[in-house]
């Protein structure tokens, strides 16, 4: 393989992708990229508002791109959306699962013991992470099953390999997302095609809106407690950046894996390979 044909394993000309949670922080990073590499992305996203720098990037970029509303909890939802992506773009070759996340209510701390945390907490967090990821995956998928090809990239996390302490229910919905990740990919390749793939990405620590107060301080901009023991946990030393999950995510979703499914590759500096010591 030369040069040339390499780089064209990345080209993504004509490919419509479906990003759930793409006005997020990681979501958005992934579709100005992949948009960048000429594909049509549909920005699927229960907020449809777009930060200002987001829409100045995807502005310059050269494939087509819509935003539209879906709550990736709700099936007629998600049909809706479906239906507008095949209308705007005439099929749906890849899907991200991006939506996802913690609620704050789902977090032990002195004032909050595990055994006082809010029921509703608790299933919001379950069910955004895991449920959030297999309706759409079903909805999605469907097209894949029929066109007998396709991709799904799910986001898991670093709790799924081992949990962090504070955060149960996302801890087990994401190893839940790594677990499920595995299964579908059996699955599809088994039932359906082996040309559709099923991986995911397990980002480390990226200061995002959903935890930068409990990494830093809101005041200071310091480590707090929690973010110093994770730098001190990071053999590279630093938070992730969104792009640093590109390459990762790039790769999963071009032919240059097309014999890699049902796995979860981490992103994190280092801190799943660190013993501590
Ligand atoms: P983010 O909060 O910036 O983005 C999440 C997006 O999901 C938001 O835009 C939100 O509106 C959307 N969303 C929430 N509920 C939804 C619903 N019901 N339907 C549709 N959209 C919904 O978070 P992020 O940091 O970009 O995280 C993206 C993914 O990466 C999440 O799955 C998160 O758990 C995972 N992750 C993040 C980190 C990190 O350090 N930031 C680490 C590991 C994994």
């Known amino acids: 393989m030369d040069l040339k044909e390499i780089t064209q394993l990345y080209d993504f000309t004509g490919k419509t992708i479906v990003i759930t949670g793409a006005t997020g922080v990681l979501g958005g990073e992934i579709a100005c990229a992949l948009l960048g590499c000429g594909a049509n992305i549909a920005m699927m996203d229960r907020n449809t508002k777009l930060e200002a720098d987001l829409v100045k990037r995807i502005d310059s970029t050269v494939g087509r791109v819509i935003v539209i509303y879906g709550n990736v909890l709700k099936r007629p939802s998600l049909e809706k959306c479906a239906a507008k992506i095949i209308e705007e773009f005439g099929r749906i070759d890849y899907l991200i699962n991006a939506a996802g996340g913690n609620h704050p209510e789902a977090t032990t701390g002195p004032q909050k013991a595990f055994f006082d945390l809010p029921e509703k907490a608790l299933q919001f967090t379950s069910e955004l992470n895991l449920l959030g990821t297999m309706l759409p995956s079903q909805v999605f998928g469907k097209y894949m099953a029929e066109q007998r090809e396709g991709v799904i990239l799910n986001i898991s996390s670093m709790n799924a390999l081992r949990p962090l302490t504070r955060i149960p229910a996302y801890s087990a919905a994401k190893a839940a997302v790594s677990n499920f990740t595995q299964w579908l990919a059996v699955h599809m390749a088994q039932e359906y095609s082996p040309d559709i793939r099923v991986n995911a990405v397990a ?37 992730g950046q969104p792009e640093d999950l590109l390459g990762a995510v790039l790769w999963l979703l071009s032919p240059a894996s097309k014999f890699v499914t049902g796995i979860v590759v981490p992103v994190d500096g280092g801190f799943s390979a660190f013993s501590g010591v």
């Open 203 to 239: 980002p480390g620590f990226f200061l995002t809106r959903q935890n930068r107060f409990l990494l830093t301080d809101e005041k200071s901009g310091e480590l707090t407690p929690r973010g110093k023991s994770i730098i001190d946990h990071t053999p590279m030393g630093r938070f």
